[in-house]
């Protein structure tokens, strides 16, 4: 499974890198102002240093104004996708895209029809946000193990990105449903690693290897 990280901070993108732990970056507006830098800018910098794919998103509701942004972000980068919303227009918007070779991720996926649609459409890869739907007592990883067994039926080449994730546990669950990537923030990555008897471990096999060392003197 492919992880990507979902912020637009320089600085959590840079030690994923150095981790081995960046296959890709997910943007998207509140995330752009969280960075507080201009978007254009932050995307250009954050397409430097990771080698995988780079979502970036725009605000058009119309399909000519989606792909006219489509067509201006992917002057930025070799390593742009553009995010395009699971709308009606964001659907003629990805075919559109999808026959001139702009990479798209149509995202706000909360349902299973929207992300057969948008496979439909030529998507690159299809955001499910499982953590939103969790937030009004839906089943986000029942969307994904849905969406992934369609997907599985019809050899679509979209690939499922699960986004909106909010623990540890739903990258373990996106594994177990076969999704092609899970899109961390760096908070949750964090969590991935680490774990309390680990270190307890550790420390005791340091204590133990001090006080052998004691007795074989
Ligand atoms: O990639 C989509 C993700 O950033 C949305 O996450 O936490 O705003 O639901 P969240």
Sequence with gaps: MKFFLDTADVEEIKKAVELGMCDGVTTNPSLIMKAGK???????EICKIVDGSVSVEGIAETAEGMIKEAEEFSKWADNIVVKIPMTKEGLKAVRSLSKT?????????FS?????????A???????????????????????????????NYNFETEVIVASIRHPLHVVEAAHAGAHIATVPAAVLEK????????????????????????IK
Excluded: C
């Design 38 to 44: 201009d978007q254009k800018q932050v995307i250009k």
């Design 101 to 109: 070779g702009i990479k798209t991720n149509v995202t706000l996926v």
């Design 112 to 120: 299973v029809s929207q992300a057969l649609l948008a496979a439909k």
């Design 122 to 152: 030529g998507a690159t890869y299809v955001s499910p946000f499982v953590g939103r739907l969790d937030d009004v007592s839906q089943d986000g990883m029942e969307l994904i193990y849905a969406i992934m067994d369609i997907f599985m």
């Design 192 to 215: 991935l690693w680490h774990h309390p008897l680990t270190d307890t471990g550790i420390e005791i096999f340091k204590e133990h290897h001090e006080k052998h060392k004691k007795t």
